[in-house]
Structure formats: C-alpha cells, structure tokens
C-alpha cells in the first residue's frame, strides 16, 4: 500500500514557541529554518538531517519515503 507524502508541517519554534505552517521540500533536506515571529535561525539537531524532523509535528517527505519513519 502506497503511503501519501505529507508536505505540510506545523513547525514550533524551540525559541519562542510560535507555530508556523511550512510547506515542506519534497527532495532534499531543510538545513535551517528563520523563525518568522523571533526572527532566530534553527539547525537541526545533531541526530536529524533537517529542521522538520526536530521541530515539527511530521518527519520530513525524504524520511517519509524512507525505511526511518516505516510506522507513520
Ligand atoms: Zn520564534
């Protein structure tokens, strides 16, 4: 069974808190985020490849399409 792709993300700011809709890109990593309520530029966290996977509520499209997410 195919899995649909999930693009859109709520990502939350670790800095100030603030939710934010983002569209995600579907090849490829996103490797910082600018926060647009504080302003604060993110990294991902060491053990992620993109800031999706550290701070939204879904796992980036390209660990979606991976063997890393298989329970979503
Ligand atoms: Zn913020």
């Avoid at 600018?34 to 800031?51: F, G, H, L, Q």
């Avoid at 999706?52 to 660990?63: E, G, K, N, R, W």
Wanted: net charge negative; aromatic share 12%; hydrophobic share 30%.
């Amino acid at each position: 069974m195919k899995k649909d792709i999930v693009i859109k993300a709520h990502i939350t700011c670790p800095g100030c808190g603030a939710e934010h809709e983002e569209i995600m890109p579907e090849d490829g990593y996103l490797c910082f985020w600018d926060c647009p309520t504080c302003n604060a530029r993110w990294m991902p966290k060491i053990s992620d490849s993109c800031v999706f996977c550290s701070y939204a509520d879904v796992p980036c499209p390209t660990d979606q399409k991976g063997a890393k997410y298989d329970i979503y």
